[in-house]
């Protein structure tokens, strides 16, 4: 069974950064794509960022230029830098893995990490 675990979460004051990571247990991770989304207190979860198997990247417009997605399929894992936080960044962060039908049309999320973001 596929899992994936996010970490790197914590506080930090506006202007500083962070970085996520978000850990797979399978050996397709090289085929899967990789997105990480957030969820604020009362408000819908978003994507934040996304990475493709191909590694092709996206991002929302409120985190171009502050936050970049890689991946390093060698460990499994890809991150997320966070740099120049904003306290409308505070949310839970989230990972989901997704693969083709070639690779059992998977979707998997993770259980979160909290990110806090002081005034």
């Known amino acids: 069974q596929v899992q994936v675990e996010e970490s790197g979460g914590g506080l930090v004051q506006a202007g500083g950064s962070l970085r996520l990571s978000c850990a797979a247990s399978?050996?397709?991770?090289?085929?899967?794509?990789i997105g990480w989304y957030r969820q604020a207190p009362g408000k819908q979860r978003e994507l934040v960022a996304s990475?493709?198997?191909?590694?092709?990247?996206n991002y929302a417009d409120s985190v171009k230029g502050r936050f970049t997605i890689t991946r390093d399929n060698a460990n499994n894992t890809v991150y997320l830098q966070m740099n120049n936080l904003k306290p409308e960044d505070t949310a839970v962060y989230y990972c989901?893995?997704?693969?083709?039908?070639?690779?059992?049309?998977?979707?998997?999320w993770g259980q979160g990490t909290l990110v806090t973001v002081s005034p």
């Open positions: 989901k893995l997704t693969t083709p039908p070639s690779l059992r049309s998977l979707e998997v």
């Open positions: 399978a050996s397709i991770f090289s085929g899967a794509n």
């Open positions: 990475i493709t198997r191909f590694s092709i990247t």
